[in-house]
């Protein structure tokens, strides 16, 4: 059984939305940390409380992000597609 051209291209089109995604994901990742990194240095952060208060503020937002943002779940054609090759 053979898909024809729009399932193929819908196939395509959902695996380079997913990558776009993990992508963008990244790239507000490292801007967060830019950014709060560059705000905490900015301010003059010199105790040892005020970095570990910099530190969670760095990597909490980002870790929660990655956690409950998942990818989206296979179609049934998609899984079909996979056990037939």
Do not use: D, H
């Not at 990742?29 to 003059?44: A, E, F, K, R, Y």
């Not at 943002?69 to 296979?74: A, I, N």
């Amino acid at each position: 059984m053979m898909c024809n051209r729009e399932q193929r291209s819908s196939v395509s089109v959902r695996r380079l939305a997913i990558m776009q995604t993990e992508y963008v994901k990244a790239t507000l990742i490292g801007l967060w940390i830019l950014v709060v990194g560059t705000v905490g240095v900015g301010l003059g952060v010199t105790s040892i409380a005020g970095w570990a208060a910099l530190a969670v503020l760095l990597l909490v937002p980002p870790t929660a992000m990655l956690r409950f943002s998942s990818v989206p779940l296979p179609s049934m054609s998609e899984s079909i597609g996979k056990v037939l090759r």
